[in-house]
Structures are given as C-alpha cells and as structure tokens.
C-alpha cells in the first residue's frame, strides 16, 4: 500500500518552519557594487597597473631633461645573458601574464555559460576569423606606422626597439609566442571582459568604446603621444567590431599579427631598413 502523506513528512526531516530562512537573493545595487570592485581587481592585476605605470613613465620621461625624441624604450629585452636561462625567463614571464586573462574568463563563466563562446574566442569560423583579423591588421598596422614615424618626426614619440632579445634558435618562436600573449592580454581583458562587465553594469554605448580605447591607450603612454593617440584609434576599431560581432577571436588574430610583423621584422630587416624608418 502507499504511505500517508504525514508518513513521508515524518521521513523528509523537520518541517520548514524549523529550518534557518534562506539568505535573500542580493539586490541590484549590490551586485553592480561588486562587478565594479570585480573590474577594478581584474585591471587592478593587468593592463590597469600597466597603465598606471606607463603614466608614470612618461611623466618621468617629460621631466628627465631629453625630449620625447632622443628616448628610447625597449620591448622584449634580454633577461640574462646566459641563452637558457634567458628562455626560461621569457616564457615564465609570458606564462605569468596569462594568468590575468584566465581570470577574466573564469569570472565570465560564472554563470555556466561557456566564457569563450561568449566572448566569440571559439574556433568555430577559422578560416572567417582568420581573414578579418589579417584585414583589420592592414587597416590598422599600415596608418601606425605612418603615424609612428610622424610622430617621431614631431618629437612627441620615444624610439621604439621592438625587439633586443639575443640571439638564439629561440629567438623567433619567443616573439611569436610574445606577440600572441600580448593579444590574448589586451583583446581579452581590454575589449572582451570589460566591455562585457560594462554593459552589465549599464553603461551606454558611447562610454563602454570610449573607456575600452581609453585603456588601450593609457597602458602605451610610455612611449609617448603618438602611440596613445593610434591605439586609442585602434581602440575604438577594436571595441566597435567587438559590439557589431560579439567576437573576440579576429581581433586576437590581428593583433597577433601586427606583434609579430613588429617583434619578428624588427629583428629581421636591415638595420638602414630600421633606420630609414626612425626605429633604431
């Protein structure tokens, strides 16, 4: 025969009543309280202090005596002069950076949805992918440089040594994987994760591509106006792309492109190449 109903209630414990109430779901406020102290820590441990410190940097550089112009700032230096050693100084140095973009992707996929995906970093349209970010590299690389070159012209631009990594058989593939990471960094954090964050917290439109080419080009200050000025123009580019396409990956994929064009074609061109160009 079936149990009573007051037999299964005996056997499912006391009765609600008797249970502690459960906590109350948080209001609105509060949780856009914490995605703002979420932000904060995320860029707090990324590209946020990098561009505190570029800040810094530059208004070191304007107070040191020299102009803009007879400066010069290094990218991927040597860490040691002894090959292995320095290798494995690079790649812990560029493992270590990543730790911020799997931050942001864990933070995103607190709900259960899948942070890549939601960010379009899937591989699901490669080829697609693939020709976007290679055409947003032109778009964007092409006028960099130019305006790179007018900005040391103007001197309001250091000189830029993209590359001063010994030379070694792990030279090339270290840039490669530098340039990549820098990508991941950037496009994930400054475009994918913020933007996203921004929107939840209900920023309009115009604030959340302003505050994105913002960073991007307060993180670049230490090499002087004209970098802020073209990456805060890459920016926007980026940012808008983002909020049309929902998708992260192109941009990664251009981005990665343009580093390796700089890193690798740095330490390849003929130094009177480098130099017709005010790079060295």
């Known amino acids: 025969?079936?149990?009573?109903?007051?037999?299964?209630?005996?056997?499912?414990?006391?009765?609600?009543?008797?249970?502690?109430?459960?906590?109350?779901?948080?209001?609105?406020?509060?949780?856009?309280?914490?995605?703002?102290?979420?932000?904060?820590?995320?860029?707090?441990?990324?590209?946020?202090?990098?561009?505190?410190?570029?800040v810094v940097s530059l208004v070191a550089r304007l107070t040191a005596?020299?102009?803009?112009?007879?400066?010069?700032?290094?990218?991927?230096?040597?860490?040691?002069?002894?090959?292995?050693?320095?290798?494995?100084?690079?790649?812990?140095?560029?493992?270590?950076?990543?730790?911020?973009?799997?931050l942001a992707l864990y933070l995103l996929s607190g709900n259960g949805r899948s942070a890549v995906r939601r960010l379009g970093l899937d591989r699901t349209r490669p080829w697609r992918d693939l020709g976007v970010g290679v055409g947003l590299a032109a778009l964007i690389g092409i006028p960099g440089l130019g305006l790179y070159v007018a900005g040391r012209a103007l001197g309001i631009t250091v000189e830029v040594q993209a590359s001063?990594?010994?030379?070694?058989?792990?030279?090339?593939?270290?840039?490669?994987?530098?340039?990549?990471?820098?990508?991941?960094?950037?496009?994930?954090?400054?475009?994918g994760y913020l933007m996203e964050r921004l929107r939840e917290l209900r920023w309009s439109t115009p604030?959340?591509?302003a505050a994105s080419a913002l960073l991007r080009g307060s993180y670049h200050l230490y090499q002087g106006w004209g970098p802020f000025v073209g990456n805060v123009v890459m920016g926007v580019v980026f940012a808008e792309y983002y909020r049309r396409r929902r998708r992260v990956m192109p941009l990664v994929v251009a981005h990665t492109v343009l580093?390796?064009?700089?890193?690798?074609?740095?330490?390849?061109?003929?130094?009177?190449?480098?130099?017709?160009?005010?790079?060295?």
């Open 65 to 102: 005596g020299p102009p803009l112009a007879e400066q010069t700032t290094t990218l991927n230096a040597s860490q040691s002069p002894r090959p292995y050693l320095d290798l494995t100084y690079q790649l812990l140095s560029i493992g270590f950076a990543l730790l911020p973009v799997a």
């Open 164 to 191: 001063a990594l010994n030379e070694a058989w792990w030279t090339v593939p270290v840039l490669i994987l530098a340039a990549l990471q820098n990508a991941l960094l950037e496009e994930v954090v400054a475009v």
């Open 259 to 280: 580093d390796v064009v700089a890193f690798v074609g740095y330490a390849a061109l003929p130094e009177e190449w480098l130099e017709s160009l005010g790079v060295t």
């Open 1 to 54: 025969m079936g149990r009573t109903v007051d037999e299964r209630a005996d056997d499912a414990g006391p009765p609600a009543a008797g249970r502690p109430p459960a906590a109350p779901a948080p209001g609105e406020r509060a949780v856009a309280r914490r995605l703002t102290a979420e932000v904060w820590i995320v860029l707090g441990l990324s590209l946020g202090q990098s561009a505190v410190y570029a």
């Open 207 to 209: 604030a959340i591509i």
